[in-house]
């Protein structure tokens, strides 16, 4: 393998892993911040328990969150040189935002959350929660940005003396309409991943009590445990079923922005060869979808939903891989401008297809917890125990799904506005690292990230079996008594 192929490894097996942490704190943070504006409006302590036990949760995932996300930044200087000498002027600007900005909000604001309970009164610890909640979303959009803006350049324009693209309008790249049109859907899927975390582990909880209890009498701490999970099994659903709409409407959006902006990425996620009127949407392909269009047969497809997928309108062209390669080709000279068929083709469908998954547990939750009534059946905490995971390998196909069928872009041309900025992905690796440096930077990091990732997972199964803690009320009398502790 050469630089370019180990350098692409590298990046995306650090940034799949990085960005398995980011949406259970991007969407928890929220949550846990309602959890204890709840608690501090109505002063019932199973709010508090429930802020306290998820707020612990979250505070593990975004520990290795921000020591996996350190690592991304320097690779843009190290494996990515040239990419950075390209675009550095635009790119660099939003990740500045993010760190200078959001990141210093969300990490004051978390260590006043986390230092402040018997310290600080009610309503500022809970302002404390909210200002963290809202510094990790607004680091999420200045990411999406930087990002969008590799997906569609703008507020930009090309220098030909020093061969490096320039900022012209950071409105322009902030509001960008690809960044406008993905956040909503990031967000959205941080909630459904958030949601099915805070309602599967509600669930096992409510299972395992049922059977703790078996046929005695249910004492006082055990229903008002079981109460408490029972809010946070509905909760979680409710969180789940709305999130699981957004992410449905936003991705429709997605989807037609893709088609006007790299109609290549949307063809490619069809394996749509040939141009079509009334497209197909295809179930399952056969074929070999790794050597381009050679022998690819659309076996189970309903009829012209791709079409309405791409525009609105059930009738409309798409154009298919072949024939726009042909025309960038005739653009940009001899090569391949296809992605990989089989990545963008399945990582679309699996991406799909697992949140079904997050789909039947809110439904079920809220159909067993109907009427005051504890789920206690065991196959329920079996499909909570295995939807939890799903909508994790769900966002990480997605943003797989995002950055493959980019490919061989690593900035995408711009056919609609700025037609001189794009980049090949072959032509931002570093000309001064050889590929035994690569490869040995790539497994180092990945043999640390897999201790990192055993520890990770260790600590939040250690701490979600503990279960919500008894706690009582922040000191009352005076707040501003005693060294800031940790509350945890």
């Keep these: ?120 009164s009610k309503r500022v610890h809970l302002a404390t929660v909210w200002l963290f909640a809202i510094g990790t979303n607004l680091s999420a959009y200045f990411i999406i940005a930087a990002n969008s803006w590799m ?40 909630f459904l991943v958030s949601g099915t975390v805070v309602a599967g582990i509600a669930a096992a909880w409510l299972v395992a009590k049922h059977h703790e209890i078996g046929a005695a009498k249910p004492t006082k701490a055990q229903t008002a445990d079981r109460t408490l999970y029972r809010t946070a099994l509905r909760f979680g659903a409710v969180v789940m079923l709305i999130a699981g709409i957004g992410v449905i409407i936003t991705g429709d959006l997605q989807a037609k922005m893709m088609f006007k902006q790299q109609p290549m990425k949307m063809a490619a996620a069809e394996a749509l060869c040939q141009t079509e009127t009334g497209a197909q949407f295809s179930l399952l ?43 960038d080709v005739a653009k940009y000279g001899k090569g391949d401008y296809s992605p990989n068929l089989a990545v963008t083709y399945w990582s679309f469908r699996l991406m799909i297809g697992l949140g079904a998954f997050s789909a039947a547990l809110a439904i079920a939750a809220l159909w067993l917890s109907r009427r005051g009534a504890f789920p206690h059946q065991r196959w329920f905490k079996r499909l909570a125990l295995i939807a939890i995971p799903t909508p994790y390998l769900a ?41 035994g440096e690569v490869l040995t930077s790539m497994i180092v990091f990945t043999l640390i990230y897999a201790v990192l990732g055993v520890f990770w997972y260790r600590l939040m199964v250690r701490y979600a079996r503990l279960g919500a803690p008894e706690v009582e009320p922040p000191n009352k009398k005076d707040p501003g008594d005693g060294p800031l502790s940790f509350a945890y």
């Design 285 to 327: 392909t056969i074929g070999d979808l790794s050597n381009s269009c050679a022998d690819v047969t659309h076996v189970l497809t309903i009829p012209k939903l791709t079409s309405f997928l791409a525009t609105g309108d059930w009738n409309s062209t798409v154009t298919g891989v072949e024939a726009i390669q042909a025309a």
């Design 1 to 120: 393998m050469d630089v370019l192929e180990l350098a692409r490894w590298q990046f995306g097996i650090t940034t799949v892993y990085h960005f398995i942490l980011v949406p259970l704190t991007i969407g928890l943070s929220i949550l846990v911040a309602i959890m204890q504006t709840a608690w501090v409006r109505t002063g019932k302590d199973s709010w508090l328990r429930l802020t306290k036990f998820y707020g612990k949760l979250l505070m593990i995932n975004f520990a290795l969150g921000v020591a996996t996300g350190i690592v991304q930044e320097f690779q843009f200087g190290m494996n990515w040189s040239e990419y950075s000498r390209y675009v550095g002027d635009i790119f660099g600007a939003p990740l500045a935002m993010e760190a200078l900005a959001a990141f210093f909000l969300e990490s004051t604001f978390l260590g006043l959350w986390i230092f402040g309970w018997d310290r600080l």
């Design 151 to 190: 997906q569609h350049p703008v507020g930009a324009v090309y220098n030909p003396k020093t061969g490096r693209a320039e900022m012209k309008d950071i409105g322009a790249v902030l509001s960008n309409p690809t960044a406008l049109t993905a956040f909503p859907h990031v967000i959205s899927t941080a």
């Design 395 to 435: 966002a990480s196909i997605g943003w797989i799904f995002t950055e493959m069928g980019r490919q061989p872009w690593i900035v995408a041309p711009n056919p609609t506005g700025v037609d001189e900025i794009f980049l090949l992905t072959q032509s931002g690796v570093s000309s001064a690292v050889s590929a």
